[in-house]
């Protein structure tokens, strides 16, 4: 087969199947895909597509040479920075930064794209759930973050894979390369809050929904510290960053939670 091969980490996860998704319909690439095992039923499914699934460990560095002959990386953004020095234990995000600081002190060429909260959380996360006494009602329920607490979104099944794709297609453009290979593609459409989550899903499906925080003593401590950044409106701020002039370029037009809630929600609160 011919065309480029395109390495994509995460490959069984939301964000590696949603940029497969479109590289597949795309057509013109080969795909690898990296998973830990290459017999569980995604990477078997993914297989079964067409995508060259190879077995590899992030941690282990000869895995890695062996998978690559190119790779895009996800990411998110430093929460020292965005919380002004308030959050400097959170790994979850300050370790990705630093894998972006690496592939600039090593001038690897690449582009850096940080999502906000997945819209997908809400049914992966169980965020949704019916009344156990009325099934009428709904209600999104999130650890830790107040009614109004807000969250920077992305439908990562609408947006990423065709977002990725665009930088690939388009890499040899001189201007969109050296805009992405100076700061990161902020893939967020806007902000949300638990209220208006809850709201969206009713006026969409008919269904009573809304809001309620979980709270803190019913949070398992390794979500806490996630959750409480969130509250303390750090990471909303990414939103802030969001740049629509070069999604433009890429011909990227972002969806919002009602798009999510019509293409997924309506369906699991009918089943
Ligand atoms: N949920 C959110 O709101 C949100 C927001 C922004 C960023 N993120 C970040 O986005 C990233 C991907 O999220 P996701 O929802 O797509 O994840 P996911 O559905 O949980 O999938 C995780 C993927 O990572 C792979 N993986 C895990 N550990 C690995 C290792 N040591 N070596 C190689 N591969 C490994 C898994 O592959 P195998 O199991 O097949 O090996 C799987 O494909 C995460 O880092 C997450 O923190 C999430």
Same mark, same amino acid.
């Given at each position: 087969m011919v065309g480029k091969i395109i390495v994509v980490t995460g490959s069984t996860g939301n964000q590696?199947?949603? =940029?497969?998704? =479109?590289l597949?319909?795309?057509? =013109?690439?080969r795909i690898r895909g990296l998973t830990r095992n290459v017999e569980s039923p995604v990477?078997?499914?993914l297989a079964s597509q067409g995508v060259e699934m190879v077995s590899g460990h992030l941690l282990d560095k000869d895995s890695l040479i062996k998978s690559f002959a190119g790779a895009y990386?996800?990411?998110?953004?430093s929460a020292t920075e965005l919380s002004n020095g308030k959050y400097t234990t959170h790994v979850r995000f300050d370790e990705k930064t630093e894998i972006d600081k690496y592939m600039k002190a090593i001038d690897q060429p690449g582009v850096v794209v940080h999502t906000g909260a997945f819209a997908e959380n809400v049914l992966n996360f169980d965020y949704l759930k019916r009344d156990i006494v009325n099934p009428d009602q709904w209600h999104i329920s999130i650890p830790i973050t107040r009614p109004h607490s807000l969250w920077p979104l992305t439908y990562v099944?609408?947006?990423l894979g065709p977002a990725v794709v665009s930088i690939i297609?388009?890499?040899d453009d001189p201007v969109i390369k050296s805009e992405l290979s100076e700061k990161p593609l902020v893939l967020v459409v806007g902000t949300i809050d638990g209220v208006q989550m809850a709201e969206t899903v009713k006026r969409v499906s008919g269904k009573q929904c809304d809001f309620v925080t979980i709270p803190k003593e019913m949070t398992p401590d390794s979500f806490i510290l996630p959750y409480k950044f969130a509250d303390d409106g750090f990471y909303a701020k990414l939103a802030e960053r969001a740049n629509p002039p070069i999604?433009?370029?890429?011909?990227?037009?972002?969806?919002g939670f009602e798009d999510y809630v019509k293409d997924k929600i309506v369906t699991f609160m009918s089943k």
């Open positions: 590696g199947r949603a =940029v497969i998704t =479109v597949l319909k795309r057509g =013109v690439y990477a078997k499914e990386a996800s990411s998110l953004p099944g609408a947006d297609d388009k890499w999604l433009d370029k890429l011909g990227i037009k972002l969806h």
